[in-house]
C-alpha cells in the first residue's frame, strides 16, 4: 500500500478505480509469487467477502481494537468536540459503513461531513443514512483510494478541515509510508488537523489472540485473498494447500500476517505458472503497534503539533488529536 500524497486530482469514478485495482492485484500477485520478498499489499483482502470477514474480525472476543477503540471515541467525544471546537470540515479517511464517526458527530457537529471510500454504493448508503439521523449535516461522499489521488470539494471559508483516520490503518502502512500519508495530511489539513485512531503495544499474548481468533475468522481473511485471485484473476490456488500464520515479530513491533505454502505446488496465473515450495510464505499483512512516544515523533516529523491523546484504562489502544500547520 502507497499512500500518495493527499493532492487534488480529477475525480475517479469506483469503476476505474476497480478496474486499475483488478490489473493491480495480478500484477502484485505476480510479482510476490515470482521472487522474494514474496509480499503483497492488504489492500487486496478488501473486495466485498474480504470486507464481509473483517465485520466479523470486529466483532471476535479476540479482536480488541475496534471495541477498545468505539469506547474511547464514544466515552471523551464531549472532550474530544471541545479540543477540536465545532463546525468544522471533517474528512474521513477509508470511511466503509461511516461507524465510528457516528459517534462523534453528536459533539463534534461538524458543517460538512466527506466520507472518501472506495465503494461509492456502500457510501450512497452510507451517507443518505446519515443525513436523515443528523439533520442540517451536509454529507458529501467521495468515491476514490484515499492512498491514491482523489477530489475533495473545496474547503470551506471558517470551516476548518479535521481529517479522521480511526481503526489503526496507519499500522498496516510501513513506517515511510505512515510517514508520507502524515505528511500528505498535513498539507492538506492545514488550518485544522487529524484525529486518528493507533494501536499499541503490549503483551504479545494479547497480540496473538487477537490475530488468532479461536473461530478462525482472521485465517479465513487471510486465506480469500487466495479465493479472491481464483475468482478475479482466474488463478487456480487450492486454498486448503495454505495455511494462516500470524505472530509478533517483537523486533519490527508489529504482527506479520503470512499465507504458508504446506507443500510443493503449482499454480497457475495471468498465463505463467509458479512452483511453490512447502513452506513458502507469502507475506500479506504488517499490522505496526506504536508506542505515544513513537507516535508523537512520527506526527512531529510529518510536520503536526501532536495535542491530546486518549487512551482506555488498560492502554491497549489510543486516539490521537494532531494540530496541522497553519495555512500560508
Ligand atoms: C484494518 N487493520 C487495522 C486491521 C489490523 O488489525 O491490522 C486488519 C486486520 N488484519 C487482521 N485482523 C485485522
Known sequence: MIPALLAPAPLRTAVDVETADEAGFLQ????????????????????????????????????????????????????????????????????????????????????????IDISSEHLEVSAAELEREHPGLLVLPVAGDYTSTFHLPPALAG??????????????FTPAEALQFLRGAARMLSGGGLLFGADLVKDPAVLHAAYNDAQGVTAAFNLNLLARANRELGADFDVDAFWHSAFYNAA??????????????????????????EGLALHTENSYKFTLDGLRRLAVQAGFRPQAVWTDPDRLFSV????????E
Open 252 to 277: 519490527a513491533g508489529r504482527i506479520e500476517m503470512h499465507l504458508v505454502s504446506r507443500r510443493h505446488q503449482r499454480v497457475a496465473l495471468g498465463g505463467e505458472c509458479y512452483e511453490l515450495d
Open 159 to 172: 470551516a476548518p478541515r479535521v481529517g479522521f483516520f480511526p481503526g489503526s490503518t496507519i499500522g498496516n
Open 28 to 115: 502484485d500477485l505476480q510479482r510476490a509469487l515470482a521472487a522474494p520478498p514474496h509480499s503483497i499489499s492488504p489492500k487486496y483482502f478488501y473486495d466485498a467477502e474480504g470486507s464481509r470477514l473483517f465485520d466479523r474480525i470486529c466483532e471476535l472476543p479476540e479482536y480488541y481494537p475496534t471495541r477498545t477503540e468505539r469506547a474511547i471515541l464514544s466515552e471523551n467525544a464531549a472532550d474530544i468536540a471541545r479540543e477540536i471546537g465545532t463546525g468544522c470540515d471533517l474528512v474521513e479517511f477509508g470511511a466503509g459503513s461511516c461507524s465510528k464517526v457516528r459517534l462523534l458527530l453528536g459533539d463534534l457537529r461538524p458543517r460538512r461531513y466527506l466520507p
Open 320 to 327: 490521537h488529536w494532531l494540530r496541522a500547520p497553519e495555512r
